[in-house]
């Protein structure tokens, strides 16, 4: 088939503010963490070199973590890649715009990393960030935020 039959007609970038998503944050002042019982959502930002929050704690052993990544650029060919150390069910490849999610259960204590997994630019390995984990049953607050801001 012809390049030019399709090349008009491909999607450069979904729009921001048509994002429909339930969990969007078409911003980094949306980003937040919730936790509803052992059900935790991020609500997470993408865009070039940062996640946000890239911070958070407060998170323990056999909680549901879903990570809802929002990439927030609005350039074509800069989708950012998710996941986090762990991870069973792969990663994800979030387009511009659009609105992804990752589940991951949290099965021990500790320090995880988490990062884009798609070259998005030269400080593309910045785009990492750490969760803790504390034992099931601790009294650690619910605490995110990014590089050194952490709010409650
Ligand atoms: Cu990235």
């Known amino acids: 088939m012809p390049a030019d039959l399709i090349k008009d007609k491909s999607v450069k970038i979904y729009k921001l503010e048509e994002n429909k998503h339930p969990y969007v944050a078409k911003g980094e002042k ?26 958070i704690e407060g998170v323990k052993v056999g909680d549901e973590v879903y990570f809802h990544v929002t ?4 350039d074509w060919d800069i989708p950012h890649g998710f996941t986090i150390r ?19 259960k ?17 400080l593309h390995q910045e785009m990492q960030g750490y969760i803790r ?10 605490k995110y935020g990014t590089g050194d801001d952490m709010v409650q």
């Open 86 to 104: 762990g991870s069973k069910t792969a990663e994800i490849l979030v387009m511009p715009g659009e609105t992804q999610t990752l589940y991951w």
């Open 133 to 142: 984990v504390s034992p099931a049953g601790s009294n650690v607050p619910l």
């Open 30 to 55: 949306e980003a937040k963490v919730t936790r509803q019982g052992n059900q935790v959502h991020v609500y997470m930002t993408a865009i070039r070199s940062h996640l946000t929050p890239d911070n």
């Open 71 to 74: 990439n927030l650029e609005q």
């Open 106 to 122: 949290a099965e021990k204590a500790g320090v995880i990393p988490f990062y884009c997994t798609d070259f998005c630019s030269a």
